[in-house]
């Protein structure tokens, strides 16, 4: 290659390399806000359907500010195909929601005992907790759940604790 080219191709390369390298820092960059990050959510209470939900709360648990919570829930005589079930936590002073992505949580054992395919019933939700508005002491635990697009609110009656 004459040197002409070689500056050239040389150029090319750094550019590429800057265009990549940008990329990839706001690729991870949006995985951070979003990872362990919570969102302001209003609900739409319109939509909400007055129907029962069973759930249960496995657990709750802070390790080093992250907060994990984990548990299932499901419509009664409901089959699970499409998992959207997200945690709410609703700041008791200011009556402001944040909605915590979950990940679905397989779990064999709640079909197995209410004799449904509820395998996607299992969600696990981990916020960081100096990502919270106020004290962790200060929220309530409520499920939004939008499996199989249906839209429930419910009030699960568990606060959060220190």
């Known amino acids: 290659m004459e040197p002409v080219e070689l500056e050239k191709t040389n150029k090319y390369l750094l550019l590429y390399f800057l265009i990549g390298s940008a990329i990839l820092f706001l690729f991870c960059f949006s995985l951070y806000v979003y990872i362990g990050g919570a969102r302001k959510y209003t609900p739409s209470w319109n939509k909400n359907e007055e129907t029962e939900v069973l759930f249960h709360i496995d657990q709750i648990e ?54 449904l395919n509820v395998d996607r019933s299992g969600w696990k939700a981990i916020i960081n907790t100096n990502r919270l508005s106020a004290p962790v002491k200060e929220f309530k635990v409520y499920i939004l759940y939008q499996n199989d697009f249906r839209y429930v609110i419910v009030d699960t009656g568990v606060f959060l604790d220190e």
């Open 62 to 115: 802070t390790i080093n500010d992250r907060l994990t919570i984990t548990g299932w829930a499901f419509l009664q005589d409901e089959n699970i195909y499409i998992f959207n079930t997200k945690i709410l936590l609703y700041n008791i002073n200011t009556g402001i929601f944040y909605r915590v992505p979950t990940v679905m949580q397989f779990r064999s054992d709640v079909s197995f005992y209410y004799n």
